[in-house]
C-alpha cells in the first residue's frame, strides 16, 4: 500500500538561519548576564515559532539557530512570527532589545 499524500516525503528542505545582530558588541556593551538573557529570548521565540510551523532545530550556533523545514512557506511563516515575536518584546523592552536577521 503507498502512503497518503500527506506522508510522503520528498527530501526537500528549506533552511532558515537566525542570527542576533551586534551579538559580540552587545556581550561587551552590555555584560555577559544580560547578553545571555538575550540569548534565551531569542531562543524561546525561535523555538516557539519552529514548533508552530512543524520546523526542527538543526544546529544552535551561540547567537542564532540553523532550522530546516519542508517547505518554503513554512519556513517564511516561522521567520514572519519570529520577526513580530521579536518586535513586541522590543516595543515591550527597550532596554534589551533583541534584533536578528
Known amino acids: 500500500m503507498?502512503?497518503?499524500k500527506a506522508e510522503r516525503?520528498?527530501?526537500?528542505r528549506s533552511v532558515m538561519f537566525t542570527d542576533i545582530v551586534?551579538?559580540?558588541e552587545?556581550?561587551?556593551?552590555?555584560g555577559d548576564d544580560a547578553a545571555m538573557l538575550m540569548v534565551n529570548r531569542h531562543d524561546e521565540i525561535v523555538r516557539a515559532a519552529l514548533a508552530a510551523h512543524n520546523g526542527r532545530e538543526v544546529k544552535h550556533t551561540g547567537d542564532?539557530?540553523?532550522a530546516s523545514f519542508v517547505s518554503a512557506a513554512a519556513a517564511v511563516?516561522?521567520?514572519m512570527q519570529i520577526q513580530q515575536e521579536l518586535a513586541r518584546?522590543?516595543?515591550e523592552d527597550a532596554g534589551t532589545p533583541v534584533r536578528v536577521r
Do not use: E
Not at 9 to 12: A, L, N, S
Not at 26 to 30: M, S, V
Open 2 to 4: 503507498l502512503p497518503n
Open 9 to 12: 516525503d520528498t527530501g526537500m
Open 22 to 24: 551586534g551579538s559580540t
Open 26 to 30: 552587545a556581550t561587551q556593551r552590555l
Open 64 to 66: 542564532g539557530i540553523m
Open 77 to 79: 511563516r516561522s521567520a
Open 89 to 91: 518584546l522590543r516595543d
